[in-house]
């Protein structure tokens, strides 16, 4: 059996000459929280729905809990509590009459069902709003409320936290991280918002164009995150040549005249400063820089930033 | 039948609060009520089977025809609309529902809705006899005529009914064809050519206007120097319920699994 919770192989979307997702194999591990991370457009809400068995894959494969999807939809999508894209739900009725239409096609027979998914989100039980009253943050709650409401082992969600105020945002982010944490669900999170990914996820998966450009554990992307000296000085080849003679630095670039980068975090700055100072060097100006996760998805999409 | 009973049951709760379709079942007591309060030959009967009589021909002949037939293809297109519109078809399919099972729900819910309408279109005609302080004499007879006519009326709306699926989501040009389908039904309904052929593979047969007359009209009173010449030239052509219910079996069954394979298809 597989370790996966979902394992995709080969995944492809085309609509007429247009593809949306391409040759995507991704690999979700039970017990953690993966962020599908990519602009809008990228091809993540494509790929949640043929994990749901809601568009049919050009090719490829989709597999959850170890069993193909096509042909166990009745045994898989029980198992699962999803969010797609926006809110539906029935404007005449309110909030907890859709829940109840929902639970009783899942069977679920209990009102606690409704009561517990309507306080999680902090919506109310029996409340006499309609739900074409709802803001949109009210709707998103509603939306997951009813992802969660039969308890599934995994969870697909679609940019959850869209249209939440920051409060919400971070009630949200809790609730999925102890989801994970406390009940040990499997969690499929997409999001444009890389601080969100960041913030919550355990491993990462970076889809451009339909691509899955990068898919790794959230630790070990940060390590790939690059940490290098820069110095300003008279005259860079000169530094460098001192680093290298007298410390036995390799890794440098000098980028221009007055331009040196250090890779070798070994280095004793203070030592560098003093050496190329003894040398008759003039430093103007000695940093350390760190790139985030977003220069990262900069550098694997050869794009622009993301939010 | 399980997982449809409870897909109905859900279907019956999306209804709340939905005017359109208590509006659509408050209208079958619109043509009784005004042949009683507007129409003289209406006020005026010479015994209470003439009464039930003439106000359940109203019923079956105008009622069932004009008014049950588009509000069933009018709710049908609100219904099988309604899961797109509303975004919640996606909820539905992860549950899993079978959009086959939920298309064939929705029509189930307009089987009972027509038999509500000729119902209560029914009551209120002996509503109207016991106001005039007459002997409803043969009315539960009449009524139950009805209630099959609302049967038939309900399956000859499904070939309306898979047009407005398959064009799928414009609403105006459900209605442009409700009001044709309905106008043109009525016709062929009262056409000497089609209620005069034979039980069999023909459109007297397999239409649904002229096949109700053929089956109803046995039912109300022909006495009368001009019914018993009408009698004369149509009674031949007159169905038996079995008859009349073998061809509205198929026919459902038909258009049943054509609507269900169309909504399939239908994206979520």
Sequence with gaps: MSDYVIETRGLTKQYGAQTSVSDLSIHVRQGRIYGLLGRNGAGKTTTMRMLLGLTDPS??????????????????????????????????LTGTENLRIFADLRGLKSPKYIKSALEVVNLPYRDKKLFSQYSLGMKQRLAIALAIMHNPELLILDEPINGLDPIGIAEVRDFIRELCDATGKTILISSHILSEIALLADDVGIIDHGVLVEEESLEELEAKNGKYFRFTVSNAAAAGRLLYERLGIHDMTVDSANELTVRDLHLDTAQAISLFVGAGLTVSDAHLYEDTLEDYFKKVTGGEGIA | MKA???????????????????????????????????????????????????LMSTLFQLSAYLLLMPAVVVLASNLLFEEQDNDTLKNLMTI????????????????????????????VNLGIVLASGLEPAGFWRLFFVGIGQGILMWAGALPCVLLVVLL?????????????????NYILGTNDFFIT??????????????????????YLDTSG????????????????TPQAFLVVVLESAVFLTLIALVYKRQSC
């Excluded at chain 1, 509590?81 to 926006?86: A, T």
């Excluded at chain 2, 799928?168 to 043109?184: D, G, M």
């Excluded at chain 2, 120097?225 to 038996?240: C, D, G, H, N």
């Design chain 2, 225 to 240: 120097a001009q019914m018993t010449k009408l009698m004369e030239r149509i009674s031949p052509y007159f169905v038996t």
């Design chain 2, 4 to 54: 449809l009973l409870k897909l109905l049951r859900c279907e019956f709760s999306k209804l709340k609060r939905k005017p359109l379709f208590f509006a659509a079942a408050a209208i079958s007591a619109l043509i009784p009520l005004c042949c009683a309060l507007f129409l003289p030959e209406m006020q005026d009967f010479a015994s209470g089977a003439e009464a039930v009589d003439r």
């Design chain 2, 96 to 123: 899993p529902v079978s959009k086959p099972a939920l298309a064939l729900a929705k029509m189930t819910l307009l089987f009972l809705f027509s038999i509500a309408f000729m119902a209560i279109g029914g009551l």
């Design chain 2, 197 to 218: 052929q034979p039980f069999g593979f023909n459109p007297g047969t397999l239409l649904p206007g002229p096949l109700a007359f053929r089956w109803f009209f046995q």
């Design chain 1, 59 to 92: 090719s490829g494969t989709v597999s959850l809990f170890g069993k193909p999807l096509r042909g166990n939809e009745k045994k898989i999508l029980p198992r699962i509590g999803s969010l797609i894209e926006s809110p539906g739900f029935y404007p005449n």
């Design chain 2, 168 to 184: 799928n989501r414009s609403y105006i040009i459900s209605v442009i064809i409700t009001f044709f389908y309905t106008v043109i």
